[in-house]
């Protein structure tokens, strides 16, 4: 009797430890192949690399699958994660930063990213683009983005001489009557800014150009003026200005001139080519041309300390 129960009770032993064992290689075998399938994946082959997961993220959601592949042919470097991290990093133009990078290894993540966004990875006046008047007050007119000869805004007013110097001058109206509330708020203070030149068409500039070019040459000529169809003139949206008593490069050392750099934006103008920025403008510091772009776009810029070339790359042309 005892020894019947015995061998009845071996079987379910050998069942129960089968089907344990099945579970168990089961888990195993599903646990293997998601490791190796996993190793299959960008993810791990990044961070084989030395990228950690957080930077992996970074890479998925801020560049593609090409430019993480080609990461996979380059050793480990923070520069790539410090460019995404960028306030105006655009990811379509992540090769490009790569490319600048490459050439200019001692560049800074933020250089690199205004660098490109402005198109100042290439030589000025390379790859000229027909500039997009239908952004109105927000055109962009610089050594990439050019105005045809017959491009006239269609509200230009003339400027009473209250406001300038000679020339009759001619400015579109709601840059014109911005810069009245503009001259208003200054003068209440007792500053006085004065128009010098505003308004220019292609053939006044085309003249201008020739005559620098004549004097400088060429190549010091571009450093501080415009090729035909390429000055903020044209636009109608630009003032050059002065007060009494002061000539032109000595206009920074003025209180009108304080007076605009914590003012200007808030009338819609920008100092729009700061000191050091030459780089990204293409044009020497001029502390006396100022540039209408409306009172949103102006205070972005002058509270970000961008240039309005990297304001129309990041706010305009990539939303
Ligand atoms: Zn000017």
Do not use: C
Not at 86 to 109: C, F, G, M, R, W
Not at 110 to 136: L, Q, R
Not at 228 to 235: A, I, L
């Amino acid at each position: 009797m005892k020894r019947r129960r015995k061998l009845k009770k071996k079987p379910v032993m050998i069942l129960l430890l089968s089907i344990f064992l099945i579970i168990v290689l089961t888990i195993f075998a599903v646990k293997t192949i998601k490791e190796l399938n996993y190793r299959k994946t960008l993810e791990y082959k990044i961070m084989t690399i030395g990228y950690s997961k957080d930077e992996y993220d970074l890479l998925e959601r801020k560049t593609n699958k090409e430019f993480m592949e080609n990461l996979l042919t380059k050793e480990y470097d923070k520069m790539y994660i410090n460019i995404l991290k960028e306030t105006y990093y655009i990811p379509s133009k992540v090769n490009q930063y790569i490319n600048y990078y490459d050439n200019h290894l001692n560049s800074k993540a933020n250089e690199i990213v205004s660098m490109v966004n402005v198109g100042s990875d290439k030589k000025w006046y390379e790859d000229v683009k027909d500039t997009d008047t239908s952004k109105d007050l927000l055109m962009l007119n610089n050594k990439f983005n050019k105005l045809s000869k017959d491009y006239v805004p269609d509200d230009l007013v003339n400027v009473k001489n209250w406001y300038a110097y000679g020339n009759n001058p001619q400015l579109r109206q709601e840059a014109y009557d911005s810069f009245i509330n503009m001259f208003n708020a200054a003068k209440e203070e007792d500053l006085t800014i004065i128009i010098n030149s505003a308004y220019r068409p292609y053939s006044s500039q085309e003249k201008l150009y020739a005559q620098y070019v004549d004097k400088d040459g060429e190549e010091v000529a571009d450093t501080y003026a415009a090729r035909p169809g390429h000055s903020e003139h044209q636009t109608g949206l630009t003032v050059d200005v002065t007060t009494y008593g002061v000539q032109g490069e000595d206009f920074d050392k003025t209180d009108e001139f304080k007076w605009l750099q914590e003012h200007a934006h808030e009338y819609g103008f920008i100092l729009r080519y700061p000191k050091d920025k030459e780089n990204l403008t293409g044009y020497a510091y001029e502390s006396w041309h100022y540039r209408y772009v409306g009172i949103e776009a102006a205070t972005i810029i002058h509270n970000s300390n961008i240039t309005f070339d990297e304001y129309y790359a990041y706010y305009i042309e990539n939303a």
